[in-house]
């Protein structure tokens, strides 16, 4: 298992940009796809975006193409989220996860990091 570690958030203004990082203890990242989930207050979670094992494939929910980018860095052990043009409906509790490739399901998640947006 992979133990994960977010960090980058802020606060930002409107149309403003930040970077979040996670880092994955282990030797066994590579083996995880990985995801970005974000949580608003008083929201479910919801997904913001994932990476295949190699990442060479990434797939966004509608509201984030075109001004998020997610990647990653194998030798690293690290997942990233690029958020440009940053809007207030942004703020949320950004978590990354990991989703071991004989699975459907993510299995291992981070503790959080807060992302605020001002207008």
């Known amino acids: 298992q992979v133990q994960l570690v977010e960090s980058g958030g802020g606060l930002v203004q409107a149309g403003g940009s930040l970077r979040l990082s996670c880092a994955a203890s282990?030797?066994?990242?590579?083996?995880?796809?990985m995801g970005w989930f974000r949580q608003a207050p008083g929201k479910e979670r919801e997904f913001v975006a994932r990476i295949t094992l190699s990442g060479g494939s990434t797939y966004y929910t509608d509201s984030v193409k075109g001004r998020f980018t997610i990647s990653r860095d194998n030798a690293k052990n690290t997942v990233y989220l690029q958020m440009n043009s940053l809007k207030p409906e942004d703020t949320a509790v950004y978590y990354c996860a990991a989703r071991p490739e004989t699975t459907i399901k993510y299995t291992q998640w981070g503790q959080g990091t807060q992302v605020t947006v001002s207008s």
């Open positions: 282990g030797r066994t990242f590579s083996t995880y796809a």
